[in-house]
C-alpha cells in the first residue's frame, strides 16, 4: 500500500516569491494536515482538511494557505517567501483524523528561501 | 495550552547500552501520547502510542508508559543498536482544540556507537 507522498521532495525559491506543495495521502485517509519543521522552532502544525474543508488551523499568518481536492489530495501555499519560511514541510494523513492510534506521515518537502 | 517537554540531547550512547528519553507533558485532560522517530533525511514514523492512563506502549524493543501521576511519558530500550541513531520526538494529541493536531516536543537526537 503506498505510503503519503509530497512533491517536490526539494524546492528553492527567492524571497517574494509563492510556492506550492503537494500532499497525496494513502488510498481512503480523508483527512490531511501539515507541519512546518525548522531547527529553531521544531514541528509546528499549520492545518488539516477533511473533505475538502479545513477543520483546523494553526497559529500562521494569512501567507500560509491550503486546500484539499475531492481526491483527498492537499496542497499548501506560501505566497511572499520570507527567508524564514525555510523548513522540511511535512504532512500527515489519517482516515479520519480522530484516530488515536497514530498518524503516517510523507518523507517532506525541503523548501529553502535565498 | 498543551505542550511536551524533552530532555534535551544529544545523547550518545555505546551500542548495547540502555536508552531513557524524558518526556513530560502539560495537557488538559487525558490526552494520546506518541513517540515518533525521525531518520536522516526522512519523515516521522510512528514508534509507539498510548491513548490512556497505565497504557504501555511497545514497539520494536522500545517502550513508554503513561504516567498521569507524574505527567511522563518516557521512552526506554533495554539494549541500543547503530541503527536507532535518530531524532526522537515525544508528541501528544489534545483532548480540545481540533483535530488531527500533534503538539511534539523539541527532539532528542540519539547517537549510538558500535
Known amino acids: 500500500k503506498a505510503g503519503v507522498t509530497q512533491t517536490p521532495r526539494y524546492l528553492i525559491k527567492t524571497r517574494g516569491q509563492q510556492v506550492t506543495l503537494s500532499c497525496s495521502p494513502i488510498s481512503g485517509h480523508r483527512s490531511v494536515s501539515w507541519y512546518q519543521q525548522t531547527p529553531g522552532q521544531g514541528l509546528q502544525f499549520l492545518f488539516e482538511?477533511?473533505?475538502?474543508?479545513?477543520?483546523n488551523k494553526g497559529n500562521f499568518p494569512g501567507r500560509f494557505s491550503g486546500r484539499q481536492f475531492s481526491n483527498s489530495r492537499s496542497e499548501m501555499n506560501v505566497s511572499t517567501l520570507e527567508l524564514g519560511d525555510s523548513a522540511l514541510y511535512l504532512c500527515?494523513?489519517?482516515?479520519?483524523?480522530?484516530?488515536?492510534?497514530?498518524?503516517?506521515f510523507g518523507s517532506g518537502t525541503r523548501l529553502t528561501v535565498v | 495550552g498543551d505542550s511536551v517537554t524533552q530532555m534535551e540531547g544529544p545523547v550518545t550512547l555505546s551500542e548495547e547500552a540502555f536508552l531513557t528519553i524524558n518526556c513530560t507533558y502539560t495537557a488538559t485532560g487525558y490526552p494520546s501520547l506518541f513517540w515518533y522517530v525521525q531518520y536522516p533525511g526522512e519523515g516521522l514514523q510512528l514508534l509507539l502510542k498510548a491513548t490512556k492512563a497505565d497504557d504501555k506502549g511497545s514497539n520494536k524493543g522500545f517502550e513508554a508508559t503513561y504516567r498521569k501521576e507524574t505527567t511522563s511519558f518516557h521512552l526506554e530500550k533495554g539494549s541500543v543498536q547503530v541503527s536507532d541513531s535518530a531524532v526522537y520526538f515525544c508528541?501528544?494529541?489534545?483532548?480540545?482544540?481540533?483535530?488531527?493536531?500533534?503538539?511534539f516536543g523539541a527532539g532528542t537526537r540519539l547517537a549510538v556507537h558500535p
Open positions: 500527515a494523513s489519517s482516515p479520519t483524523g480522530r484516530e488515536n492510534y497514530g498518524y503516517t
Open positions: 508528541a501528544l494529541r489534545p483532548v480540545s482544540g481540533g483535530y488531527n493536531k500533534l503538539i
Open positions: 482538511y477533511f473533505s475538502e474543508t479545513q477543520r
